[in-house]
Structure formats: C-alpha cells, structure tokens
C-alpha cells in the first residue's frame, strides 16, 4: 500500500471516530445536569457534579478488583451481541432479533450442559456449538424470510424474540429439563462450566472467546471474499448483484452469521456465569443493549470491544450511582443520548450522499 493510500485510510479512520467520541462527550454533559438535580448542587457547581459522576462511575466498575471483575462480567455478553448486530448491520438488515439468538442459545447451552459422563474438552464445546446452531436457526428462519419472500426482518426478528423466550420457558416449566420447584433448568455439570478468573466474581474464559469472535469476524468481514459480499449487499445491494452477487445467499448467511454468535454470547453466558436458566419474565437485553454497542462501534466488530467496555462499565456501577443518592436510570439515559447522537451520523451521511446524488443527476 503506498503512503497515499494509508494516509487516506488514517483518516477516514480518524474521521469515523469524531461521532461516536463526540456522542460519549455530550451524552456526559447532559447527563451531568441530572446528577445536579439528583444532588441538589447549583447551577455554578457543573463541575463538581461532573467529577463526582466519574468518580462513582469508576467506582463502581472499575476501582476494585471485584468491581473491574464484575464488568467484566457485563462486557462479554456484549461483545458477543454487539458483532452480531454489527455483521447484520453491515448487510443492511436491522437483527432486532438478536435477543431471541441469545436466549435460544442459553436454552440450548441450559440442556447440552446436563449430559454427564463427558470431559470437559469435549463437554465445554459442545455447549458451545449447541449456542451455534440454536442461534443460527433462530437468526436464520428470518433470514430466509427475507430473501426468499421480501419480508420485513424487523417484524419478524421481534416475534422471533419472543417465541425464543417462550420456549425456553416452556423448557423450563413443562418438560423433564426443569426443575418445577424452582422455575429452572437444574445446574450444569461440572464438566460444563467455563473456567474462571477468580473466586469472588462470574468473570471467565468466555471474555477471551468474545475478543477472538470479534477478530474473527472482523477478519471474514474485510479479508475474504465472502466478508466482502457481505458488505457489497449491506451498501448497494442492485450494484452487488448486477456485479454477479447473490443477494439472497448473502442475506441469509448475514443473518446466520448473526444469531449464531448471539448464540454463542447466550451458550456462554450459561457456562460461564449463570450454571443454569431460570424462567424468565423479561428480556435479559443483552441483545437490545448490542443495537447501541454495535451502533456506537460503527459497525466495526474490532470496535465492538471498547463499546462494550464502556456500556458494561454504566450498568456495573449502576448500583453505586444509586447508593450515593443518583438514580441507576441516569445510565439508560447516557446510552440513549449516546445512540441518538452516534445516530445523527447516519442522518448527516444519508442527506450527503442525497446530495451527491442529486448533484450527479444535474450533471
């Protein structure tokens, strides 16, 4: 690559930051004004409003070796939702889904970990692969919708979340792998269980399996030929097929891809930190909180590493912020001012490129 060329990927890499910086900054700024009210300070004390949130924020995530370990904890599950959002994101498809693959795969992982008698080198991967193939159909089944039929993945993808959850808890409440007395799947066997960091928190090896996705997907998306279909779909997907790109193929393999890492983050997340499923109520969001990791890393999976460190660390000091008078709300609030700036950059790049063609049409 001559010197030209790196000095023009240099930038545009420096330039695709600014947004995803400047949204952290102002989604901080405002935030400040709610821990001033929550506080009580004046308007003349911004600062001391300002360093107190950074004080409780590293306090809570980072200043101990339980805290760091406990958004650790967090940031895993993250990472995982946060590359499967951004491998569909990437192919132009919106996996709303991806909470559903998540939960499919702790479903799946729940089971395969009860089969007793196998080694730990055998038993540990075969959860992992169990996480695969549920988050892969799960992901898949709209996938094909899509490209076979036309048919919007959002709508599909949400009902797919919660038919996964539905089922899981039909595991749980009405078959032989629940534990009816306590609403659970019962705990994995030994030989199941991912290794951990420490004894006083759930981190675990599955932190390292999440860094390697990302790299692995970050490589398929830009150094091989089926990373760039991918992503030749994701940005003109006639322009791709009249160059001889198969829009479908490349729709549902988007969509595989996806729910099959979501179904890894669940599978382990199982292994790793919860031993078991318990029947559930709500949506866990890991995989609604992947949108705006996925969102704020622009997509890159590499980026999905820091996002997600930044979002594990809000909700692990959440609880902090509510023992020192603050609402725990206040870390929803600096996530959703985080998207809605990052998405501005989609708005301002959609009325360029309007512009652009506008421009070419005159011509």
Request: aromatic fraction near 12%; proline fraction near 3%; charge should be positive.
């Amino acid at each position: 690559m001559s010197n030209k060329s790196t000095s023009i990927a240099i930038k545009k890499s420096l330039k695709s930051l600014i947004f995803p910086l400047v949204a952290i900054i102002l989604s901080i700024f405002v935030a400040v004004f709610f821990v001033m009210w929550a506080k009580g300070y004046s308007i003349l004390q911004y600062f001391s409003a300002l360093a107190k949130l950074f004080e409780l924020i590293w306090k809570g995530s980072f200043a101990t070796k339980r805290n760091a370990l406990n958004t650790l904890v967090y940031v895993t599950p993250l990472i995982f939702t946060g590359v499967a959002n951004a491998i569909a994101f990437r192919c132009g498809l919106f996996n709303i889904g991806v909470e559903g693959q998540f939960i499919v795969g702790m479903g799946a992982a729940a089971v395969v970990g009860l089969i007793p008698g196998l080694s730990p080198a055998l038993h540990i991967p075969l959860v992992i692969i169990s996480g695969i193939i549920a988050g892969g159909i799960w992901g898949g089944i709209p996938g094909y919708l899509k490209a076979k039929f036309g048919t919007n993945e959002v709508i599909n993808t949400i009902m797919m979340n919660f038919i996964g959850m539905y089922l899981v808890n039909f595991i749980i409440l009405r078959t032989k792998f629940g534990v009816k007395a306590s609403a659970s799947t019962p705990i994995i066997q030994k030989s199941a269980k991912i290794f951990r960091f420490s004894n006083i928190s759930n981190a675990n090896l599955s932190l390292i399996i999440a860094i390697v996705v990302a790299i692995f997907i970050y490589w398929l998306l830009w150094k091989t030929t089926v990373g760039y279909e991918i992503r030749a779909v994701g940005i003109n997907p006639y322009g791709s097929e009249y160059g001889g790109i198969n829009i479908s193929k490349n729709i549902i393999l988007a969509m595989l891809l996806s729910g099959a890492i979501a179904g890894i983050g669940g599978a382990t997340h199982v292994a790793g930190v919860l031993y078991q499923v318990q029947d559930m109520m709500v949506f866990p969001n890991f995989g609604f909180d992947g949108i705006a990791v996925a969102l704020l890393a622009k997509s890159n999976p590499i980026g999905c590493i820091p996002a997600a460190i930044l979002f594990g660390a809000l909700n692990s000091s959440s609880r902090v912020l509510q023992l020192n008078g603050i609402p725990k709300e206040i870390v929803a609030l600096i996530q959703s001012v985080i998207i809605i700036f990052v998405a501005t950059d989609y708005i301002v790049k959609y009325f360029e490129d309007r512009k652009k063609k506008g421009a070419m049409i005159n011509e």
